[in-house]
């Protein structure tokens, strides 16, 4: 199930796209492993959507925390 070369130029510009959107800055010395990561999490969400957790599951309750007093 792996997702094939994580430092491939379709991850990459992703994630540089994504980085930009969210305001984050990430060095070219991190983007290697930062490939790699996104990588390892894009095969987790596959093999989760394939489980069919997602369909059998209900959906938790909103947690709504309390103004500080």
Known sequence: MAS????????????????ETLGLTIKPEWMENVARFFAVAKDMAAFVAASGALTDSEQAPVFEPRDAE
């Open 4 to 19: 094939g070369d994580p430092t491939s130029d379709e991850n990459a510009a992703y994630i540089s796209a994504t980085a």
